[in-house]
């Protein structure tokens, strides 16, 4: 049993949506800040988005902005990231994380408590 499991990736076309999901096991959602990861081969994790702990503020990547969405829904014990407009360079692991509130607006490294098995995203022109 894994802490966060994220489904909803796949493969699609320059443009496309996707819409991702996250679903916590075994803790305290609501007692967390959640965000959004993604990597790519060879390359640093970086963070996507940010969502507080009731989800009443947000902040994203200037790479996303405009095109993704995060948001929760806590009676659902749900964490989603809807992607617009996507992008071949949008294509990584996306990964669902539990992560310490402190600064979130920063979108820097920070504290993670859980981590998802990751979900994978695949934009092609």
């Known amino acids: 049993q894994v802490p966060l499991v994220e489904s909803g990736g796949g493969s699609v076309q320059t443009g496309g949506s996707l819409r991702l999901s996250c679903a916590p096991s075994?803790?305290?959602?609501?007692?967390?800040?959640m965000a959004w990861f993604r990597q790519q081969p060879g390359k640093e994790r970086e963070g996507v988005a940010t969502?507080?702990?009731?989800?009443?503020?947000?902040y994203y990547a200037d790479s996303v902005k405009g095109r993704f969405t995060i948001s929760r829904d806590n009676a659902k014990l749900t964490v989603y990231l809807q992607m617009n407009s996507l992008k071949p360079e949008d294509t990584a692991m996306y990964y669902c994380?539990?992560?310490?509130?402190?600064?979130?607006?920063?979108?820097?490294?920070?504290?993670?408590?859980?981590w998802g098995q990751g979900t994978q995203v695949t934009v092609s022109s």
């Open positions: 969502i507080s702990t009731i989800g009443g503020n947000t």
């Open positions: 994380a539990a992560v310490s509130c402190t600064n979130i607006a920063t979108l820097k490294p920070r504290p993670v408590y859980y």
């Open positions: 075994g803790f305290a959602f609501n007692d967390y800040c």
